[in-house]
């Protein structure tokens, strides 16, 4: 099937794994709570390591198939990161998230506690 023609959550799904996997900054922002920040150095690390290489998706945790939320347990602890999507001046929703040239992406890593 052509790009052009993917239903839209393909190409969300397509878009959201691109950053996740690679954090690429110039289409989006990764954001880390206090409850991440406050790990050490290694701990971090691994956090952000499980992120880029989840693949545990489930339909109750993503039901359109876009990619967009994670739980991960690292040394006990319950961590969620989600995806959420903005305009590119970033005071509003994105008008498309399956056009990156008007989304900018934000990845939020916290706690499950920080939700």
């Known amino acids: 099937m052509a790009e052009s ?14 950053f ?23 701990s971090v690390a691994e956090l952000l390591d499980r992120v880029r290489t989840f693949d545990q998706f489930t339909p109750d945790d ?16 319950r961590y969620f990161w989600k995806i959420d999507y903005y305009d590119q001046s970033k ?6 998230p399956a056009d990156p040239t008007v989304t900018h992406r934000v990845m939020t890593i916290m706690r499950a506690d920080e939700y």
């Open 20 to 42: 996740r996997q690679k954090l690429i900054v110039n289409t989006g922002t990764v954001l880390l709570t206090q409850g991440v920040i406050s790990l050490p150095e290694g």
């Open 91 to 96: 005071t509003g929703g994105s008008p498309d």
């Open 5 to 18: 023609h993917k239903p839209s959550h393909e190409k969300i799904r397509s878009l959201n794994d691109n």
């Open 62 to 77: 993503d039901p359109h198939g876009e990619h967009d939320f994670g739980a991960i347990d690292l040394d006990a602890v």
